[in-house]
């Protein structure tokens, strides 16, 4: 291969004899023109070279230079507003330079020239220090009940109607109540329990009239949900920061959990799992309450019904994740419905035994 590519170097490069050399050497040898080729790239072929001292700083020693990038990465840091702006790594040398840092072990001052702009920003990268990795969502762990009953999520929202032409009560001096959509979902099946209610704001009162209509045996029977939950997880809202409601649930034996506010746990995103609830909230929006153009319901009442017949078809759908029964049978490609799932999970009462709702409970 040596000698053939020293012929190939002393021949013009469209010199038609090349091609002659190479069909020559591939038929010496009983191997193919492409196999010539290739071995021919691998003569000769340039190594990168490095210095010995590749990959190291040259300036300071990496302990040194690695606990000026960690300050000028705190700056940065802390300078950070909620627009994303922060201080520039140029200006965070100056100051490291002029003023200097106070640190634990003291104030801490960069000597003068001794740092650059592009060597700070080029170590930031590798030593993984730079704004787009500090500000990095972490993985997102989510959770999901092992049990039906064992987690509901609860919300409430206004709904798209807004108010009823008959509400059931209206208080003179605040004015027509807001048409308020409650709603409660199996954190393990996804079942749905929803109901519409005239209210003046999120009030615990009104919060816990769903609640025990939600945990109470249902008259029809396409509605399987009832119970007692272990945990109820909702937002951060007037409802949770009740004493009434609170001394409820904990007669009831029910924990509640209320998720982290966003911006209050680092990069985090807080409240990525109550979607559970919020999916059937947009879903009777679009599907159902948009039909109201159409006909719209007089009464509390007959708005209940409407949305009960809705949410009975909704809970019918297939379950949007597992394709083998919850209890541990294969289902093939059965994918048993919200309710159906409910059911097969041993939820209900046989959950927990004795999870029923107690005499005058509410």
Known sequence: MLQLRQRLDRLPPKSPERANQIAATAQLYGISVTTVYRALHLVLKPRTAHRSDHGQPRILPPSELEHYCELIAALKLRTTNKSGRHLSTGRAIQLLEEHGVETV???????????????????LSRWRLDQPRLLREPPAVRFQAENSNDCWQFDMSPSDLKHIERPDWVDPARGEPTLMLFSVV????????????????????????????AMAPKTRSDFPFQ????????DNGPVAKNHVFQNVMQSLKVDWLTHTPAGKDGTRTTARSKGKVERPFRTVKEAHETLYHFHKPETELQANEWLWNYLSRYNARTHPQRETLPTGGLAG??????????VQLGTILSVRPGAGIPQGGC
């Open 333 to 342: 490609k059965y994918r048993p419905g919200r309710c159906e799932g409910y």
């Open 186 to 213: 199996d954190d393990r099946s996804g079942v749905a329990y929803q109901e519409y209610r005239c209210v003046y704001g999120e009030d615990a009162e009104s919060a816990l009239r769903f609640l025990f209509n």
């Open 105 to 123: 072990q003291g104030l801490i001052k960069s000597p003068k020239g001794l740092l650059r702009k592009q060597t700070v920003n080029r170590w």
């Open 227 to 234: 119970g007692r939950p272990k945990l109820l997880y909702l």
